[in-house]
């Protein structure tokens, strides 16, 4: 029986859709739904022979983490008639969004597929595949 269902948003079209379908699931078995959002944190690099590093990102400001939960309680609000938690973390998208699952007990993950084409899973990896290896639990990818 699911009880709790962790829903990871990004804010796409695919990550909403992946919201009303969590929303759905969660109406259906009297769930309970937590919306989380990740924010990459800048990468360091190493560059060079000097031991020097280079931060690639910008660092995440308090107007960043605003918007996000704006964006967070956007979401939330077009899921009425359902017991929503908003959480925001920081990390690997795919690696946060299991240990968070973990974290919360939650039975079941929902995630939008952002639609990469073969090429650009091979090259940039897939958010959602990774949550399906990683997770240990039901995964749902929304597309």
């Known amino acids: 029986m699911i009880q709790h269902i962790l829903v990871a948003i990004d804010g796409s079209d695919t990550s909403r859709k992946a919201a009303r379908f969590g929303h759905d699931l969660a109406q259906q078995t009297r769930a309970r739904v937590t919306l989380l959002f990740v924010l990459e944190p800048p990468r360091v690099l190493p560059f060079g022979f000097m031991d020097a590093e280079l931060i ?48 919360l007990g939650a039975d079941h993950i929902v995630v939008g597929a952002r639609g990469l084409n073969a090429g650009g899973r091979w090259l940039l990896g897939s958010v959602s595949d990774r949550v399906i290896q990683l997770a240990g639990r039901p995964v749902t990818v929304v597309h």
Do not use: H
């Open 56 to 103: 690639s990102g910008a660092p995440r400001s308090p107007e960043e983490l605003a918007a996000v939960r704006r964006l967070l309680d956007e979401v939330a609000a077009d899921l009425p008639s359902a017991q929503v938690e908003k959480v925001v973390e920081m990390g690997r998208p795919a690696d946060t969004i299991v240990a968070m699952a973990d974290k």
